[in-house]
């Protein structure tokens, strides 16, 4: 979770800080994340990008699947280092984005647009603007957005920071008309420090 607007130190520090598997976000295995892939029929040479990815492991578990067009990005360089140094000479097969979400310019387009970190992070309507303005410039028409936010019953903070709930029909306004709401799913995550945490997750068709 590691694109908020309070800066890049804050993300390194928790990094440099904590094992990544002692972060609250951490999962060994993206599950929702892969089963909502599949269901929208994601394929292995298709374009895929992580929104906020750090140092999760759902790239691991792309590169496992046969993909080879995949995109991390974050805001946190310690992050994404850890990650391609966790994978070791497949990280090599990995596009790694160090960029803030808010101003990022994207330079291609994208199949799938996946994203279980950051937005829930952006709590100025302004920064949701530009969150959104950017997925709309880098999803292909067709393509899918996978967001997942925490759920309106969720978190109101994490790591110390505020957080902006969300529920498909937030997450419909916000992208506007061209998107289609394919699916909506609630998941509770459990924490390595054994709390849970209450997400919703969102997918979403370009028309």
Not at 54 to 59: F, M, T
Not at 81 to 92: F, H, K, M, V
Not at 149 to 178: I, M
Request: hydrophobic share 40%; with cysteine.
């Amino acid at each position: 979770m590691t694109n908020a607007p309070c800066g890049a130190a804050h993300w390194d520090k928790v990094y440099t800080a904590r094992r990544e598997d002692q972060v609250s976000w951490f999962q060994d295995q993206p599950g929702p994340s892969l089963k909502l892939l599949e269901l929208v029929g994601a394929k292995p040479d298709g374009a895929v990008i992580d929104i906020g990815g750090g140092a999760s492991r759902l790239a691991d578990s792309l590169l496992a699947r046969g993909f080879s067009d995949v995109s991390v990005l974050d805001l946190s360089a310690t992050a994404l280092e850890a990650a391609r140094a966790r994978l070791g000479d497949a990280g090599t097969r990995v596009h790694w984005i160090v960029a803030d979400m808010t101003t990022w310019t994207p330079t291609r387009a994208y199949d799938v647009w996946h994203d279980r970190a950051a937005l829930h992070f952006l709590t100025d309507p302004a920064d949701q603007r530009a969150y959104a303005a950017r997925l709309r410039a880098a999803l292909k028409p067709g393509g899918c957005a996978i967001l997942a936010t925490f759920a309106p019953d969720g978190p109101e903070k994490c790591s110390g920071l505020p957080v902006q709930r969300h529920d498909s029909a937030s997450l419909a306004a916000l992208l506007g008309p061209d998107f289609t709401l394919l699916d909506t799913r609630r998941h509770d995550h459990e924490t390595p420090g054994g709390a849970t945490q209450r997400f919703q997750f969102s997918t979403f068709r370009r028309t």
